[in-house]
């Protein structure tokens, strides 16, 4: 392709999607295939469901609540044949995919079809989503399918326990947007949370080092996997074996590869299957542990099978069996080929407990599944993983300082339609290339959502098209952070020179895993400084809030607090129209890292955003940018190179 075909192809997806997207319909995920009429079904005087199918009791279900949310009157079916109709039908054969749907909306009424009830329910989650004004609906005709079909979220309740209803609210969304396994990682080093009947003190405080006595009952598993079943959710169990099973050593006296460890963990899985039936998938676990018996991990694995289960391990992990599939955690971007007998499910880069949270969009957006468009026989996904290995005060802690709802909708996009950009991106690309017009129209989306269905839920996530830094350097500090230069006195003088222009409200100049994921710094050099200036226009003079932070703290890590009176350890610093604008007095300012103590105000989603007085017309922003060298103090406080600015509402 020439570079005028090139440049009119990108064009052309640009016209496309702002097409779409400036439509009354703002959907997530956004169908494969959308034709949007002029014409509108008017449905103010109700419309007629046909409730013709007792496979689809949930799912007439669902549609009566959109109708009632619409405020539109319903009736059953022979009672007025001159008002619209709603369809919802079974059609073998539809599609080769089993999740696909076809969704028309037409002069005679709303009709779903789909291969099963499954498609039904995602039909009606895409009717959900559209805009209706004075009870009247676009025509519109949708064929749509998922790219793979595994679309998987993990919660990490062995660390972090969250109450039942917490799980629920993050299963009706997972459920709005599509995804389909809820992979449930319950037991850990610091508990064992589901509760035994054989063993009825597994989940005793005393055997429990962090949220003591918080597990979950039978009566309540049983109640979280019905929840899901009827949202067409898989729960994906992970009973980690033989690694974090402190919990089991505390309470047993013995380790899993043990003799004994073994007899007692083959008793737990026994009871689990007779306990909760129709499960088909258990997670064995596997990674992160010393293999002091070989034989552990394939006899669990056939002991497993037995039960009646697939087997799901962490690879890189124990020795696996051929059979069990694959959740890739750790390593860089590298394509999953159609090749062998291996099944794979993609987890790389796919922490949010590691991410910022407006890089948590960014980075998921463009991130393409197995460096693979679309699922083969040897890829059939991917699983979005929270990790919250730090204590929080409280469970809704995790929602502010990982962007838990932005994450879930970005994935539930990529994951949907596939695609995405070779390689891993933690920033906006630039204007010129491919990826940009999808973000742009792609955000755009995603804040319509946060403001028709997050209001009174934690979503992390501010627009960040159109924040454009200008970014100069580098100078040479020669290991000395405090070194001034001019700019700072003079930060747009007509002699500087701009290296680089970079957009968004968090840049990252060098990733903690540079060799993995890129910054935008092509060849950032230790012991240089770089400044990153704007100009940001107020009608008035007045006070605004600002997210404003650096080098975001992980999830995972037994991190540092800045010193006071310190933005960070690199000597970071923050000028706007020439005042320095201080850094927050921080709690727990100069405080060793330790995993027992919760974060409290060390990221600018969860402590109160900076007042700065802007004046009327431009103001101009300075932000100074020193590193010594890149290595960091230890693993737990890893040096990564950024920094986020950007009005905060």
């Known amino acids: 392709m020439n570079l005028k075909l090139k440049y009119l192809s990108i064009l052309l997806v640009s016209i496309s999607f702002f097409s779409i997207s400036s439509a009354q319909e703002n959907l997530i995920p956004l169908p494969i295939n959308m034709e949007l009429g002029e014409a509108m079904l008017d449905l103010k005087k109700g419309i007629v469901v046909n409730e013709n199918n007792t496979a689809l009791t949930n799912e007439y279900q669902l549609a009566n609540t959109i109708l009632a949310d619409w405020k539109i009157g319903t009736k059953k079916a022979g009672h007025n044949n001159s008002l619209p109709l709603l369809t919802l039908e079974l059609l073998g054969g539809l599609s080769e995919n089993k999740e696909a749907y076809h969704l028309k909306i037409d002069e005679k009424g709303i009709h779903i079809k789909a291969q099963n009830s499954a498609g039904i329910y995602y039909g009606l989650q895409t009717l959900r989503q559209f805009s209706i004004q004075q009870k009247k609906l676009s025509f519109c005709e949708i064929n749509d399918k998922p790219a793979f079909s595994w679309r998987s979220f993990?919660?990490?309740?062995?660390?972090?326990?969250?109450?039942l209803a917490?799980?629920?609210?993050?299963?009706?969304?997972?459920?709005?947007?599509?995804l389909n396994v809820l992979h449930f990682h319950f037991t850990e080093d610091i508990a064992w949370r589901l509760a035994s009947k054989k063993y009825p003190d597994l989940t005793d405080p005393s055997y429990i080092t962090r949220g003591k006595g918080e597990h979950y009952t039978e009566q309540e598993f049983k109640e979280l996997i019905n929840y899901c079943k009827l949202r067409h959710i898989l729960l994906l169990p992970e009973i980690d074996m033989p690694g974090h099973s402190d919990a089991f050593k505390r309470y047993f006296g013995v380790g899993m590869q043990t003799d004994s460890g073994m007899v007692y963990i083959k008793e737990l899985l026994k009871e689990f299957s007779e306990t909760y039936t129709d499960l088909p998938y258990l997670h064995i676990g596997g990674d992160e542990v010393k293999i002091s018996n070989k034989n552990f991990i394939p006899e669990i694995t056939k002991y497993v099978e037995e039960l009646g289960y697939k087997t799901i391990g962490w690879d890189p992990g124990s020795n696996l069996m051929p059979q069990t599939i694959r959740q890739l955690w750790m390593g860089g971007p590298k394509k999953i080929l159609d090749q062998g007998d291996h099944v794979f499910i993609d987890?790389?880069?796919l922490y949010i407990n590691h991410m910022d949270p407006l890089e948590t969009v960014t980075t998921l957006f463009h991130r393409k599944i197995g460096e693979q468009d679309k699922e083969h026989k040897n890829l059939i996904g991917a699983t979005l993983c929270s990790w919250p290995d730090r204590a929080v005060a409280e469970p809704q802690d995790m929602f502010v300082q990982s962007a838990v709802y932005p994450a879930l909708i970005t994935f539930a996009e990529r994951s949907w339609r596939g695609g995405g950009l070779a390689g891993w991106t933690c920033n906006i690309v630039q204007e010129s290339l491919t990826g940009y017009q999808e973000f742009k129209a792609f955000e755009t989306r995603l804040l319509h959502h946060k403001n028709s269905y997050f209001s009174d839920k934690p979503f992390p996530y501010v627009k960040q098209i159109g924040l454009k830094w200008e970014l100069i350097g580098p100078f040479q500090n020669e290991g000395n952070l405090a070194k001034t230069f001019p700019i700072e006195t003079k930060p747009f003088a007509p002699d500087i020179t701009v290296?680089?222009?970079?957009?968004?409200?968090?840049v990252i100049l060098r990733h903690w895993w540079a060799d993995i994921v890129p910054g935008t710094l092509n060849d950032p050099q230790e012991n240089t400084t770089w400044y990153a200036r704007t100009k940001i226009w107020s009608e008035k003079s007045e006070h605004k809030l600002f997210w404003i932070g650096f080098n975001n703290l992980s999830r995972s890590y037994a991190s540092n607090t800045p010193q006071l009176h310190t933005w960070d350890d690199l000597g970071s610093q923050v000028w706007v129209n020439n005042?320095?604008?201080?850094?927050?007095?921080w709690k727990h300012a100069g405080a060793k890292g330790d995993l027992e103590t919760p974060l409290v105000d060390e990221g600018y989603t969860y402590r109160a955003p900076t007042k700065i007085s802007l004046k009327k017309g431009w103001n101009e922003v300075l932000i100074k940018l020193p590193v010594s060298d890149f290595k960091g103090a230890d693993w737990q406080n890893p040096v990564k190179w950024m920094f986020t600015f950007i009005q905060s509402n």
Do not use: C, F, W
Request: charged share 30%.
């Open 154 to 163: 993990l919660v990490d309740v062995g660390r972090n326990y969250q109450p």
């Open 166 to 178: 917490m799980l629920k609210e993050q299963v009706d969304i997972m459920a709005r947007y599509k």
């Open 347 to 349: 987890s790389k880069h």
């Open 499 to 506: 290296k680089k222009t970079i957009e968004g409200g968090t």
């Open 579 to 585: 005042k320095t604008v201080e850094p927050p007095i």
